[in-house]
């Protein structure tokens, strides 16, 4: 998914209160690839499916933009190649060993990254994009 027009923004900031009228206040354009992407060559975007990470604020539907060229640290959220399977999980370390992690209703797992269980990581999650839930 490539946005290749430019869209218009609000100089000001939204209050998450009372309204303000906002359209003296436009400031120019926005294009969302510069925006949201600093790592044009190693960025991707992909859909989720599930509910596992939904602590995490990540939806069934929403588009996740990935950046491969990230490290990998504690709480990063990732795509993985899991078992040749695409997975979207937290990464947790804990003792020098590195864990996934989902957690849907009150079960929380704990996969720790081995080479024996063919874990790949395909890259860093660096933003979420899904609908306002109404």
């Not at 294009?31 to 060559?41: D, G, R």
Request: net charge neutral; charged share 25%.
């Amino acid at each position: 998914m490539k946005i290749n027009e430019n869209l218009p923004i609000i100089l000001q900031k939204v209050c998450a209160g009372f309204p303000s009228p906002a359209t003296d206040y436009l400031e120019d354009e926005i294009n969302l690839n510069e925006e949201l992407i600093a790592n044009k060559a190693s960025t991707f975007l992909i859909r989720v499916t599930g509910y596992s990470m939904v602590e995490e604020r990540v939806y069934d539907g929403d588009v996740l933009i990935v950046d491969k060229s990230l490290n990998v640290k504690h709480n990063s959220v990732a795509v993985l190649n899991y078992q040749g399977q695409l997975v979207v999980k937290k990464i947790v370390k804990k003792s020098n060993k590195f864990f996934l992690v989902s957690k849907l209703g009150k079960n929380t797992n704990f996969v720790e990254i081995t080479e024996d269980n063919e874990t790949q990581v395909w890259g860093v999650v660096t933003y979420v994009i899904h609908k306002v839930k109404k």
